[in-house]
């Protein structure tokens, strides 16, 4: 910051906002402006919140990625009138180019029905939920992107259900755009969220998309018109929701293009141009 001399400082995500506003405070930037892009009621212990609370003087705008993000941080002593709410936006252009790998990359079949989910492989993502409700979805597959402390855990649970040849953990990878081109349905049983980036890039690319009713999911989804939302915690809803996008492809045809409609207000540019 003593080298760059910026007149604006843009910090995102716990420590960098705690290092970050410190830092450009003490340099005397003029304009410092912080990000929150989750729902961190069960997340930061007593300690973080109180460093929120008084490093909040320190920011001139603090910056939700959505209303429910907005209502956390209030909840928990920052000034209402401090924070702002505006949406993460995405690339729509990356997800325009037709995909690059196919099915049978993967040891799957052109016509074999994919779920996939891009997600860390952590307790917040709720992919234990998933698996369980495949269990109750026959004859179809499921693709995770993404890797996390939770693992071994997976993939035990996977052995534990005999659903080694319908779950295939593809890693962390970085041509996302691709594998959700040759996906048939986007799915994220998310137990908390501050919005989902995840899901606008499903919608971009076109796929029907089925998620939990975590708190901002109604910010992209309208249930029933370009995707389904189910309950958290419940392997029953969801797995009759994917048995549903399964067999219903009028469906799946109605929340693909309405999806397309609904991401273009998630667009970068939008983002930019708020900011």
Known sequence: IK????KTVITHLWFSNVVGRISAALLRVP?????????????????????????QYLSHTIIAVSDPVKYSLVRHGINQHKV???????????????SLIKKNDFGLKDTDFVFVSVARLIHQ???????????HV????????????????????????????????AGIRDDVPSI??????????????GLGIVVLEAMAASLPVIVSDFEASN?????GVDGMIVKREDVTDLSEAMRLMVCDNQLRNKFRQNALVKVQQFSIQHHVDQL
């Not at 993502?125 to 269990?135: E, P, S, V, Y």
């Open 3 to 6: 080298q760059v001399q910026p």
């Open 31 to 55: 304009k410092i402006v912080s990000f929150e892009h989750n729902m961190y009621d069960t997340v930061k212990n007593r300690k973080m919140f109180l460093m929120d609370i008084v490093l």
């Open 84 to 98: 702002h709410v505006l949406v993460n936006g995405i690339d729509l252009n990356k997800f325009k180019s037709p």
């Open 125 to 135: 993502k709720g992919i234990d939920i998933i698996i369980h409700a495949l269990t």
């Open 138 to 169: 026959p004859s179809v597959y499921l693709l995770l992107v993404g890797d996390g402390d939770k693992k071994d855990m997976l993939v035990k649970q996977v052995h534990e259900h005999g659903l080694e040849n319908r779950v295939i953990f």
């Open 180 to 193: 959700l081109g040759i996906a048939d349905c986007f799915v994220l049983a998310s137990r908390y969220e």
């Open 219 to 223: 910010s992209m989804i309208t249930d």
